[in-house]
DNA sequence: ATGAGAATGGAAACGGTTTCCATTATAATC
DNA sequence: GATTATAATGGAAACCGTTTCCATTCTCAT
């Protein structure tokens, strides 16, 4: 299994593989707060704290092994990926459910950038928002506000 | 000239105008904070409370005179653009100046997403990020942490 | 002039995140 | 196994951009 090799490998700490433990288990982009929230009603013991979260996301993204999606709620959210991968999303914005588009369009568009305006690409952010189709047949007409 | 016009039209408030007038001058991706550090540094009379800048780049937001940029550092930014248009950035991480890309290039991307996934497409976030040609000139071997 | 509704400013509250510091766990050395 | 140095952890406080609250001021139709 992965998660345990890159444990082996980069000794990760005991707050980091918990985090990428249950992130794997919500198996959604979740923020620091979701992930918190989630130990409390799911675990009793093992629980790290707030405090430990944070900094097990920071080092776990760090590694690569995680992606940070910000929605722009002001609440950053993260997401196993392959190490070094990324990808983007289509966003519900009625359920917040999110869809993951399976490769990233945007490489080769990244090398144009660099020619024409002598631009050196290091990363990017996509997000597309919107109504997936669940919702969009939940209530057939959503009111455009 | 646009902004008198729509002053007219819409009946912007006197918070809306200045704020409007501001950003035009300060002809950068600007958040709040920047505006409100802009009007102590510029202006003696007439600069609105940071409370009155929020409320006014709402409005002008719903009004479509602005365009919010939120390049994830905890900070929303604003930019006029033309009624209703949008656009992209390339966003150096150095210096912080955004170059904007002149079209989006994602509308005709949206429709062939609508139909693969059945999702109707609102809006999406597109930042580019890395070094810029003046920046990279500055330092020619930045080391790339 | 008068009165209703909107706009404004200042302070307090909010919420996600970061920092600080004391305590605890981990691992290497003797 | 005991002793240390180093890293990890938890809890509380600080931080900071933003929002809310409320009293005051402005605007404008009557």
Redesign the interface.
Known sequence: MMIQSTLNQQRLNKGSYTVLRALKEIGKLSSAQDIHLWFRLNETADAPALTTIYRALDSLLKMNLLQ?V?I?D?E?RYEIVEPGEHHHH?I??DCLES?HLEKC??EA??SS?EQR?????????????????KC?SKKPKAPSV
Chains 1, 2 share one sequence.
């Open positions: 940070a910000d722009g002001g950053r289509l519900c914005t869809i369009f945007l568009f990244a950038v305006h002598g631009f050196v690409v290091r990363s990017h952010v996509l997000e597309i928002f919107g109504i997936c189709r969009s």
